[in-house]
Nanobody
Framework: QVQLVESGGGLVQAGGSLRLSCAASGSIVSINDMGWYRQAPGKQRDVVARITRGGTTNYADSVKGRFTISRDNAKNTVYLQMNSLKSEDTAVYYC????????????????WGQGTQVTVSS
């Protein structure tokens, strides 16, 4: 069974920083793209940043220059460094990964973490 476990959320003042981590565990053959999404109350879940296995990154326009996504393939972990946080960054942040599990090695499946709350006070 494959799991994604996030950590690092919390309460921070505007202008501050947080670092989110997400570790994939279980019977995994390989991990392709990984990413972070967020969902504010009453809004849809939107992409924040994504990173390929080779390290190519993409960011939402709203976080460019403030957030940095990275990954450690040896640890099956993706990170999101968030700087210059704004009140509008307040949301539940979800980790996502495209994984080939050992239970179905020919299938690329979409996995999600349980979410971690980020609250930015103004």
């Amino acid at each position: 069974q494959v799991q994604l476990v996030e950590s690092g959320g919390g309460l921070v003042q505007a202008g501050g920083s947080l670092r989110l981590s997400c570790a994939a565990s279980g019977s995994i053959v390989s991990i392709n793209d990984m990413g972070w999404y967020r969902q504010a109350p009453g809004k849809q879940r939107d992409v924040v940043a994504r990173i390929t296995r080779g390290g190519t990154t993409n960011y939402a326009d709203s976080v460019k220059g403030r957030f940095t996504i990275s990954r450690d393939n040896a640890k099956n972990t993706v990170y999101l460094q968030m700087n210059s946080l704004k009140s509008e960054d307040t949301a539940v942040y979800y980790c996502n990964a495209l994984i080939r599990p050992r239970s179905s090695p020919l299938t690329l499946s979409d996995y999600w973490g349980q979410g971690t709350q980020v609250t930015v006070s103004s």
